[in-house]
């Protein structure tokens, strides 16, 4: 298991285990994760100035924010991606805790 408690965990490789992203941490990138839970107050940031972030099962809490970047819009074509190869587990979330889009 992989803990963020601060900062930026750019992952630019493979990590074969469970990434958890606490308040005030943040996980970016353009590699893949095994699975990944992003607590309230903790930031997904996926790709590199765009680029592309992959994880297994992911599970974003209410109160997470999800930080995505568009190129732009002379070059659409550039934005950010995000790719859940399993399960997307947002139970957590409600109107009163919701995940944040930025």
Do not use: C
Request: proline share 2%.
């Amino acid at each position: 298991m992989t803990t963020v408690n601060g900062g930026l965990l750019a992952v630019n490789a493979s990590i074969a285990n469970v990434v958890t992203v606490n308040t005030g941490g943040t996980v970016g990138g353009g590699g893949s994760i095994a699975a990944l839970n992003v607590v309230a107050g903790a930031t997904l940031s996926p790709g590199n100035s765009p680029g592309t972030l992959t994880a297994g099962n992911v599970a974003l809490f209410g109160g997470s924010i999800f930080e995505w970047q568009v190129q732009d819009a002379n070059d659409v074509a550039k934005y950010d991606h995000f790719n859940v190869t399993g399960t997307l587990d947002l139970s957590s979330a409600s109107l009163a805790n919701r995940i944040v889009f930025k």
